[in-house]
């Protein structure tokens, strides 16, 4: 399997399914013996970005530093495969200027199947108010425009989902064989 570097950075309210459609796309491409880095919000923010808050400022910080990252791994011919809320449209802008080989991975689900898939609990916490700026709920979510692929996770199954963007990657000659 051949591959040309690039950013797939899959964005959505908590609980779209982002990070269940990530892993089984990085597991595909496991197996097509590619060479691929996966950056999942919640291990960042545990790693990369400790210390940063939930505030807009704090929140774009975050997304430009997984940028950083995903530039530098894109550039040296790695799929990167990011999986983080991203809530705010112009940073998600920023950061595909500054990548290049971006494909914005749009996980589409209503707020409510969101909420109704919600094994933390943090949508049930934010609406007791126990969570402040969460994202959907006191903290907008600005979908994006023109994604390259939307996956709408309350009517598509997850090979469904899968299958689209792999089939992406194909036609856009990021994956050949």
């Given at each position: ?81 990011v999986s983080a809320i991203s809530p705010y449209r112009e ?87």
């Amino acid at each position: 399997m051949n591959q040309r570097g690039v950013t797939l950075w899959f964005t959505g309210l908590s609980g779209a399914g982002k990070t269940t459609i990530s892993s089984a796309v990085a597991a595909e491409l496991r197996s097509r013996q590619c060479k691929l880095e996966v950056l999942d919000g919640d291990i960042v923010r545990q790693n990369l970005t400790k210390g940063l808050g939930f505030s807009k400022e704090d929140r774009d910080e975050n997304i430009r530093r997984i940028g950083f990252v995903s530039h530098l791994l894109t550039r040296n011919g790695v799929i990167v495969i990011v999986s983080a809320i991203s809530p705010y449209r112009e940073i998600r802008e920023e950061v595909r200027g500054r990548i290049g080989d971006f494909v914005e991975v749009y996980v589409n689900a209503p707020l409510e199947v969101c909420e109704a898939r919600d094994v933390k609990g943090l949508y049930k916490k934010a609406r007791a108010g126990e969570i402040k700026q969460f994202t959907g709920i006191d903290d907008p979510y600005e979908p994006p425009l023109t994604p390259e692929i939307e996956c709408r996770t309350d009517r598509e199954t997850l090979e469904d989902s899968k299958a689209k963007v792999l089939k992406y990657l194909e036609t856009s000659g990021y994956l050949t064989v």
